[in-house]
């Protein structure tokens, strides 16, 4: 959804659903990050959290947020990579 905001001429709806799953995806990442103790990747993603809330939503422009999307997105990718290495260790010790 997020590499999705590039695409010109998207109905404010989607932005809407975009902010709701961005912010509960990021929450998600935040609360993984916190129980592995990557303290850096945990605060990235509250921060990210904070800033996609729908409730209390910043306003930014459509270029600000293009820039903020591709970031975040390449983020979550990169932290699929940390997550799964942990994975991979606790199946391990089974």
């Not at 999705?4 to 990021?26: D, K, S, T």
């Not at 409730?55 to 930014?60: E, F, K, Q, R, Y």
């Not at 997105?73 to 290495?85: P, W």
Request: proline share 3%; hydrophobic share 55%.
């Amino acid at each position: 959804m997020l590499f999705g905001c590039l695409i010109e001429g998207l109905p404010y709806a989607y932005f809407q659903v975009l902010r709701w799953v961005a912010c509960g995806v990021c929450g998600y990442r935040a609360y993984l990050a916190f129980m592995l103790e990557k303290k850096a990747w945990m605060w990235g993603f509250v921060c990210s959290a904070v800033l996609f809330n729908p409730i209390a939503p910043i306003h930014l422009d459509r270029e600000t947020w293009a820039v903020i999307d591709v970031v975040l997105a390449i983020a979550l990718l990169v932290s699929l990579r940390m997550i799964k290495v942990i994975d991979e260790d606790e199946s391990e010790e089974q």
